[in-house]
C-alpha cells in the first residue's frame, strides 16, 4: 500500500532552520504593526486592493474546483480506500470528531457573523441582487448569500486539504505535513527547498488565518463585557481580552488533544446547541421554520450563479469585502484545519470522511443561521429591534443586539460570551497544535514548548492587526496571505488525484465493489440494453404486421 500503510508518525524532531525563518517573519509582522501600525494599515489596503482586482477570479474558480473534486471523490470508486491499514477503526467517535471539527473549523466566525451578515445584506443587497434594501427579497437574498459563505464552499476547501494529509499520513506513512502530499510530483524535492517553501506558506496561512478569528472574537468578548458588565469597549479592553484568552490556552495545550480540546469542542458544541434553542424558542418559531427551507432553496437554486459571480459585471468592491474574503478566510485556514482535521480522522474510509466533512458541518451551519440570522431579520422587520443600527455602530454588537431583544436576553449574551471564549481557546489550542507540527517535521505530537510559542506569536498577530485597524486589517491580512496558498492547493488537489489513481486498493480490488459510479454505470447499461430490447421487439412487431397486410 505504497510506501508504509499504516505506519503512525508520532513524533519527530523541530525542522530549526524552518521555525527559525517562521517565527522571524511573524515577530517582524507583530514588531512592525507595534511600532507603525499606520504603516501596516496603509501597506494592507494597497495590497489587498491589487489582489481583488487582480486575482479574484482565482478565488472564485478555486472555490468551485474544490467542491466538484470533492463529490467526485465521495461518490467515486475512490470512496472505500480507507485513510489508514484496511483493518483500522475511526480513532474517535463520530460525536467527538463532528465536535473537533467543527469547532476548529469556523467556531469564531459562526457566533459572530450569525446576526451580522444577514443584517448587513438586509440592509444593503448585493448590487448584483435587484432587491431594494430591508425588504422581503433583501431577507431572501440576505439568507441565501449567507448560506453560500458558510455551507459547502468552505468546507469544500477545507475537505480536500484534509483528505489529502489524511492520505499522505494515514495511508501512506509520511509525515504530517503539507509539502508530504506533493511528493508524487515533485519526489525529492518535496523534502527540500521547494518543500519547506509550501510548509513555510502553510504555516503563515495558518498564522494570519486564525489571528483573523481571534480578533474577531476579542471584539466580540469586548463588546459582550461592554453590554453586561458596563466595560466600555476600547482598544486596550481588547488587547486585555487576547492576552487573558492567550494565557487560558496556554493551560489547555498542556492536556493534549485527547483531553483540553476534545472536552472543549464537545462543550462548545453543546453551549452553541442550548443558544440556539434558546432563540428558537423563545424567538419567531413559526417565522423560522418558514425560513429554514425557504432559505435552502434559495441557495440551491441560486448556487452556480452565486458561485460564478466575479467582478466583471458588478461591483468588485462587494465581493472583495464579502465572498473573495470568505474564499480567502477559508483558504488561510485551510493547512489548518485541514491538518487538524486529517489529525482526528484516522481510520474512516473517503466516502464517511467527505460526506461527514461536506454535509455534517454545513448542515449544521444552515440550522444555526436559520435560527440566528432569520430571528435577527424578523425582529429587525417588526421594529423589535434596529439591529441595522447596531451593526453599524459595530459589527460585533449585532448578535448582542438580537440577544437583548429577546426575554432572558442578559443571560443569554452571557452564554453567548462564555462560548465565544471557549471557541478562542479551542481555536488557539488546534492552530498552535497545527503549526508546531508544521515546523517539526510534521509530528503528530509535537513538543508542548513549541506549541506555546505559536499560540503566544498568533494572539500577538491578532493584537497587532487591531491596533492597525480592527475588521479590516483582519481582513486585509487574510487575503494577502491566502492569495500564495490556493495556488499550492491547486497543486496539492493534483497531486492527491494522481495518488488515488494510482492506489493498490482499488486496482486490485473487483469491479463490482468499485461504488457508486460503478453502480450507476451498470444501471445505465441495463437501461439502454432494456431500451434496445424493446426497440427490437417493436420492429419485429411492425414487420410482422406488414408481412400480414400483404398477404
Do not use: C
Request: aromatic share 10%.
Amino acid at each position: 500500500m505504497g510506501e508504509a500503510a499504516g505506519r503512525r508518525p508520532e513524533s519527530g524532531s523541530v525542522d530549526r532552520p524552518l521555525l527559525g525563518l517562521a517565527v522571524g517573519v511573524v515577530l517582524a509582522v507583530v514588531v512592525w504593526g507595534v511600532l507603525a501600525p499606520d504603516s501596516v494599515s496603509n501597506v494592507g489596503g494597497s495590497g489587498l486592493s491589487w489582489v481583488i482586482t487582480t486575482f479574484g477570479w482565482l478565488f472564485v474558480v478555486a472555490a468551485n474546483v474544490f467542491l466538484v473534486l470533492t463529490f467526485v471523490l465521495a461518490f467515486s470508486r475512490f470512496g472505500t480506500i480507507r485513510l489508514g491499514a484496511e483493518t483500522e477503526r475511526p480513532e474517535f467517535t463520530t460525536l467527538a470528531w463532528v465536535a473537533m471539527m467543527f469547532s476548529a473549523g469556523m467556531g469564531i466566525g459562526l457566533v459572530f457573523f450569525a446576526v451580522a451578515e444577514p443584517i448587513q445584506h438586509y440592509a444593503s443587497p448585493p448590487p448584483a441582487s435587484g432587491a431594494e434594501p430591508e425588504t422581503g427579497a433583501a431577507a431572501s437574498v440576505a439568507m441565501q448569500f449567507t448560506l453560500f459563505h458558510w455551507t459547502l464552499h468552505p468546507w469544500a476547501i477545507y475537505a480536500v486539504v484534509a483528505l489529502a494529509l489524511a492520505y499522505s499520513t494515514f495511508r501512506k506513512g509520511r509525515e504530517n505535513r503539507i509539502s508530504a502530499v506533493f511528493r508524487p510530483v515533485l519526489g525529492s524535492q518535496a523534502d527540500g527547498t521547494v518543500g519547506r517553501v509550501i510548509d513555510l506558506l502553510s504555516v503563515f496561512a495558518t498564522v494570519f488565518g486564525s489571528a483573523t478569528s481571534l480578533g474577531l472574537g476579542a471584539l466580540q468578548v469586548t463588546a459582550g463585557l461592554d453590554r453586561v458588565a458596563g466595560i466600555p469597549s476600547s482598544r486596550a479592553v481588547e488587547l486585555v481580552v487576547i492576552a487573558a484568552l492567550t494565557l487560558a490556552f496556554v493551560v489547555s495545550a498542556f492536556s493534549g488533544l485527547h483531553r483540553g480540546i476534545k472536552w472543549l469542542s464537545t462543550t462548545n458544541v453543546v453551549l452553541a446547541v442550548l443558544l440556539m434553542v434558546f432563540v428558537f424558542v423563545v424567538g419567531p418559531t413559526v417565522y423560522i421554520l418558514d425560513v429554514l427551507p425557504a432559505s435552502i432553496g434559495d441557495y440551491l437554486s441560486n448556487l452556480i450563479f452565486m458561485s460564478t459571480r466575479t467582478g466583471a459585471f458588478s461591483e468588485s468592491s462587494w465581493l472583495g469585502s464579502w465572498t473573495i474574503f470568505y474564499w480567502a478566510w477559508w483558504i488561510s485556514w485551510a493547512p489548518f484545519v485541514g491538518t487538524f482535521i486529517a489529525r482526528i480522522s484516522r481510520g474512516r474510509t473517503v466516502r464517511q470522511f467527505l460526506i461527514g466533512v461536506l454535509l455534517v458541518p454545513s448542515g449544521a451551519s444552515v440550522v444555526w443561521f436559520a435560527v440566528l440570522g432569520g430571528s435577527a431579520l424578523r425582529v429587525q422587520a417588526t421594529g423589535a429591534a434596529d439591529l441595522v443600527a447596531e451593526t453599524a455602530a459595530g459589527t460585533e454588537n449585532a448578535l448582542f443586539g438580537l440577544l437583548e431583544a429577546l426575554p432572558l436576553g442578559v443571560v443569554a449574551s452571557v452564554l453567548a460570551m462564555v462560548l465565544v471564549t471557549l471557541y478562542f481557546v479551542t481555536s488557539a489550542d488546534s492552530a498552535s497544535l497545527v503549526l508546531a507540527s508544521l515546523t517539526s517535521r510534521g509530528a503528530l505530537r509535537p513538543r508542548q514548548v513549541i506549541v506555546i510559542i505559536w499560540g503566544v506569536l498568533i494572539g500577538g498577530t491578532a493584537a497587532v492587526l487591531l491596533l492597525a485597524g480592527g475588521l479590516s486589517a483582519l481582513q486585509q491580512a487574510t487575503i494577502m496571505v491566502a492569495l500564495p496558498f490556493v495556488v499550492v492547493m491547486l497543486g496539492l488537489a493534483v497531486s492527491l488525484v494522481k495518488e488515488l489513481l494510482e492506489d493498490p486498493a482499488v486496482r486490485a480490488r473487483p469491479p463490482q465493489q468499485h461504488g457508486l459510479a460503478e453502480a450507476l454505470d451498470r444501471a445505465r447499461s441495463t437501461r439502454e440494453e432494456g431500451r434496445h430490447a424493446r426497440s427490437a421487439r417493436a420492429q419485429d412487431r411492425r414487420a410482422h404486421g406488414d408481412k400480414e397486410e400483404e398477404e
